[in-house]
């Protein structure tokens, strides 16, 4: 982990990241620099909290297209959170439209289940 939280400036902006990180591809052997926003989707509206996460990563991407381009952003989620609505069809098509990068984890065991580009 390379920042927690990873602070952007865009113009007289300030945003704030969860997570910068350095993804390792074994396959190719070579890191990948990435910034991870976690969000919990507790709020009383999974659509509302759906809403907001996706307005946030849609701001945090094109930040980080302008201060640093070589970092990817991920939308990390809990995975329930990714059966309740990722699997539904208005999750779906966030992903089908490569519209999010998402990780799955599971908080619990502490581990990531899954990587979605």
Do not use: C
């Amino acid at each position: 982990m390379t920042h927690d939280p990873m602070t952007l400036r865009v113009g007289k902006r300030d945003l704030f990241i969860d997570l910068g990180a350095e993804k390792i591809l074994a396959a190719e052997k070579d890191g990948r620099k990435i910034a991870v926003e976690i969000k919990s989707f507790v709020g009383a509206s999974e659509i509302e909290d759906l809403k907001n996460a996706v307005g946030q990563y849609i701001i945090y991407q094109n930040s980080l297209e302008l201060a640093q381009p070589d970092r990817e952003l991920y939308l990390a989620i809990r995975q329930n959170v990714y059966n309740e609505l990722f699997e539904e069809v208005i999750g779906k098509t966030l992903l089908e439209k490569r519209l999010i990068k998402l990780i799955i984890f599971d908080p619990k065991a502490e581990v990531i289940l899954k990587w979605i580009n």
